[in-house]
């Protein structure tokens, strides 16, 4: 089984793809906002979806670290790599830009949730900071709810819930 995101709303439609060959153009009508839609069987311009089996968290451990989404009612597992300086952290929702979108249909997490700064100190040592974003919920730090101006610092493994999505924070390696 396959699934294919309605461009409008982000609905995702299942399928059957084995019914189909490469090249083969298909036509969707989306169950909730009625846009109509083509896919071509085999090609995509866009960029992959996150989806994988088995996403490897250590994958960015030589850049700045990842994100990893648990796994849960409103999304599969995502591995999503930081930058350096700040990053918005976000529900994915087409024309909203968010440093760290996060595929999710979680309707308490918000569109830009929280921040995850990402710095050298003076010994050129690679630093996290979480803080909120004013968000509808809140994000919560090890079951700690931080504060409107709250900026904590965040080590390897920390446990972060934004509405009922859970990320835990994969640090790159110092060198």
């Known amino acids: ?18 019914k189909y ?16 839609f083509k896919i071509r069987m085999g090609v995509s311009k866009l960029r992959p979806l996150q989806r994988d089996d088995n996403p490897d ?17 409103f999304a599969f597992k995502q591995v999503i790599p930081l930058k350096e300086g700040d990053n918005l952290i976000g529900r994915r929702h087409p ?7 996060i595929e999710t249909s979680d309707p308490s997490m918000d569109r830009r949730h929280c921040y995850i700064n990402v710095s050298r100190n003076k010994k050129g040592h690679i630093v996290y900071t979480l803080r909120d974003n004013d968000s509808v919920v809140g994000t919560f730090l090890m079951n700690e709810i931080l504060g409107p101006k709250d900026r904590v610092r965040i080590e390897d493994g ?15 390696e110092d060198k």
């Open 1 to 18: 089984m396959k699934r294919v995101r309605c461009p409008k709303c982000d609905h995702y439609i299942i399928f059957d793809e084995t």
């Open 21 to 36: 060959e490469d090249g083969q153009s298909l036509v969707f009508v989306c169950d909730q906002c009625h846009k109509e």
């Open 57 to 73: 968290e250590q994958a960015n451990k030589e850049q700045f670290g990842s994100i990893v989404v648990v796994e849960n009612v």
């Open 95 to 101: 024309g909203m830009e968010v440093d760290v979108p």
């Open 158 to 172: 920390a446990i972060i819930t934004l509405g009922a999505t859970t990320i835990i924070l994969r640090t790159a």
